[in-house]
């Protein structure tokens, strides 16, 4: 699309009385180009099998074309009818649960025959119906999908052909790749294959879960082969891929999905990205989101298919926030903005997860706001779409690795609730991100398998419990490359099968590392000495937290050890150059200030620390080229103050269309921000 994409979904089934035309009008007054339908509506829009009511789609379709709002039609496969789950049971998915029951949304076994038949009647007869339709540009295949926990007798049987396939055959090297014998876990013949759902084999159990993350990437392939027969040329094929739930927000890999394989399916990667408000907005989540997403297609743009309006009651967002929440986005080189949803609901599990528009359906601060933001957007969109980003810092992340910690966690080193709850992969990743955008360090995500390191001067990884040889080769060259590497406790500790090294650790690292280890433990009081380049930083006060290693340096620099009596011969932070490159290592997870001094010195060392760093604290910096070739830099308040400092670059403000001299002095208000082009 050649046009900044403003929108929101929108559900005439769920109206309580007919009034598109009044929402076309508020839509038009408020800049809205878009709307997302039809993607919840299976039983509406089949009430019967074989059945086909378009009533809602066709009035949706008709309104839209006429007010001249574009429309993505969504396959309504992630809710599946009723009386689908009555004529077939075993539609409803298996897992650690025990059987499934009717009622929610995202229930079913996404390989399940019966389930694909139906499936594939429905999105064939929505295409056939609204494809040939003027007023749609593109498809969203299903909706947020995962493998939901699929873990029946059909998912298992595939799951040992795969593992038979993975194996050639031999029930011998299985059982040594994941340690079968223990506890006389032994296979010892295929037909013997016990349910997966019991194993305490972290190996077994991780395989279990790529595997089912491979499922979600064939059903979204085959959900996209379907839509294309139909698509027009132009019309474009997305997905709503969405993040890990844990914080309350979504904020962290989604343990369910591998968004870099299941990616290769849709032509423009939509997203999910939720977040706090209120005091609490800080941009961080959206930023992550963004990143993640745009990383995913190697750095091509994205839709933002759902964000918040009010959203939750505690989201409702101060005056300012829903503009400067839309133009982050923005700044993440999004190209496209849509709201869940237009209208709060009247009824059922979603009733208080409000939209632009309150119970009232009248107008109201929120969706007032939207329409400032809609209609700037409208006056210079061009500006500030298709932004290209040039980002020198790029953050490694893992689905297996996320799994690995679930089955051997950060503070326990057992499964997850085993003996209590523990730090996860995902605290780490928002550890190190957070750190990161607080530097104003942009960043992009790379997957473990990224072949292509050395386009970036600094690389971070995060808890890279498990990882293949190939992965690790990689990281070490990377250094002895010249690149500038930062890695945390919990990296290189065991292979893709989830066997722990046996060699001095961190494995296949010590060289570019210069320490090594062989103990580990949780702290319990231990403070933090700093020293040399660290020295006299902020944050040593608070100790080492949820790991520690105990560091032993051979040839690294100690820029931290642990104050305490039992740990205080360890090194705690060490950095170790190897030629032009670097290692610096993190033994243990420290305070958010000491982390930010620590990479600090490490964008420092690799060149890439400029005047955003300066910035740090007063404003975000999110920068990239727009598609005239011109810079544009974001320059975002994440506050209830005003801040004034100087403009670091010349240019014009996007949005004031007022001439900014590098130098000179301006003024950001609370929630607001400055939008500069070169």
Known sequence: MDELLFGAAYYDEYLPTDRIATDVEMMRAA???????????????????????????????????????????????????????????????????????????????????????????????????????????????????????????????????????????DLDALNAAFGLDYWSNRVDAWEDFPDVRGTVNGSLGAAFDRFRRGLVEEFLAWQAGIVREYARPGQFVTQNFDFDW??????????????????????????????????????????????????????????????????????????????????????????????????SLHHSFETYWKGLLSHDLASNPTYEEAGVFGREAARVGGSLLHLRKHNRVAVMVSNEALTALRWFTLETGFIDGVFGSSAGYNDVLRWVYDALFDLNAEVDFVPADDADLGRYDVLVVPALYAAPQATVDRLDAYVRGGGHLVTTFRTAVADEHLAV??????????????????????????????????????????????????????????????????????????????????????????????????????????????????????????????????AITYLLNYSAEPVTFAAPVTGRSVLAGADVVAGAEVTVGAWDLLVLES
Not at 536 to 559: I, N, Y
Not at 562 to 568: I, S, V
Request: hydrophobic share 40%; no cysteine; proline share 5%.
């Open 31 to 169: 800049g809205i180009t878009v709307v997302r339908i039809a993607e919840s509506t299976w039983s509406t829009l089949e009430p019967q099998p074989g059945v086909f009511d378009f009533t809602h789609v066709d009035r949706a379709l008709d309104a839209f074309e006429a007010a001249g709002i574009h429309v993505i039609v969504g396959t309504p496969t992630y809710a599946v009818p009723a009386w689908l789950v009555a004529s077939y049971p075993d539609v409803l998915a298996v897992t650690d649960a025990g059987e499934g029951r009717y009622g929610a949304r995202q229930i079913m076994d996404i390989t399940n025959p019966a389930y694909l038949l139906h499936a594939e009647r429905v999105i064939r007869a929505l295409l056939a119906h609204t494809a040939p339709r003027p007023g749609v540009i593109g498809f969203q295949v299903d909706n947020e999908t995962k493998h939901y926990g699929t873990a029946g007798p059909a998912v298992q049987r595939r799951f040992v052909k795969h593992l038979r396939e993975e194996f050639g055959g």
């Open 501 to 630: 090294w046996h060699d001095t650790a961190p494995h296949g690292l010590t060289g570019v590392t210069g320490a090594t280890y062989n103990q580990f433990t949780v702290p319990d009081g231990v403070g933090l000495t700093l020293h040399g380049d660290l020295a006299g930083a902020a944050g040593a006060e608070a100790g080492a937290r949820t790991f520690l290693e105990l560091l032993r340096p051979d040839g690294a620099e100690v820029l931290a050890s642990y104050d305490h009596p039992a740990w205080d011969g360890y090194a705690a932070v060490t950095r170790h150059r190897t030629g032009s490159g670097s290692l610096t290592h993190l033994g243990t997870m420290t305070s958010p200030e000491l982390l930010r001094a620590v990479l600090g010195l490490v964008l420092r060392d690799a060149g890439v620390a400029d005047w955003a760093q300066d910035l740090a604290g007063t404003v975000t910096v999110r920068r990239g080229t727009n598609a005239a070739g011109r």
């Open 246 to 343: 844990t914080p309350g927000w979504s904020y962290g890999l989604q343990p369910a999905v591998d968004h870099f394989r299941a990616a290769a399916a849709v032509d423009v990667a939509g997203v999910d990205i939720y977040h706090p408000t209120q005091s609490r907005l800080t941009g961080k989540e959206i930023a992550f989101g963004g990143d993640m997403t745009r990383s995913i297609k190697g750095g091509a743009n994205y839709l933002v298919l759902e964000t918040q309006a009010q959203g939750q009651l505690a989201w409702l967002p101060y005056p300012g926030q829903l503009r400067l929440q839309a133009y982050s986005h923005l700044a993440s080189g999004a190209d496209g903005v849509l709201y869940w949803h237009w209208h």
